[in-house]
């Protein structure tokens, strides 16, 4: 039982400490898997630039879902990030899809 323990310990050291749960974290997690969907970075496992527009306008629309439910309870940096990332993923998806 105890190498269980020692592995997941190794593991969290080598991926670092786990960010904590805050709207700026969901909205960075959610433009990431944006980016990888629309080829804008590596996919971790396969080392290649992917398109798979579906799966990024989908990413998209949750952020825009976010905005929209979130909206006047949200910091001005909060605000900031969201309206940003929301404008720059919508003109990649557009540029992408060309």
């Keep these: 039982m105890s190498d269980v ?3 997941g ?3 969290k050291l ?3 400490p786990i960010p904590p749960p805050t709207l700026q974290t969901l909205l960075t997690t959610l433009g990431t898997q944006s980016l990888l969907c629309l080829g804008q970075i590596e996919h971790p496992l396969t080392k290649k630039r992917e398109v798979d527009l579906d799966q ?4 998209i629309d949750l ?3 976010l905005e929209e439910k979130t ?3 949200r910091t001005p940096d909060e ?3 969201c309206e940003t990332l929301l ?3 919508r003109m990649l998806f557009v540029q992408t899809k060309k």
């Design 5 to 7: 323990q020692t592995s």
């Design 9 to 11: 310990d190794a593991q």
């Design 14 to 16: 080598e991926r670092g």
């Design 56 to 59: 990024a306008r989908h990413f």
């Design 63 to 65: 952020v825009a879902m």
């Design 71 to 73: 909206q006047g309870n």
């Design 79 to 81: 605000t900031h990030l």
């Design 87 to 89: 404008r720059d993923l």
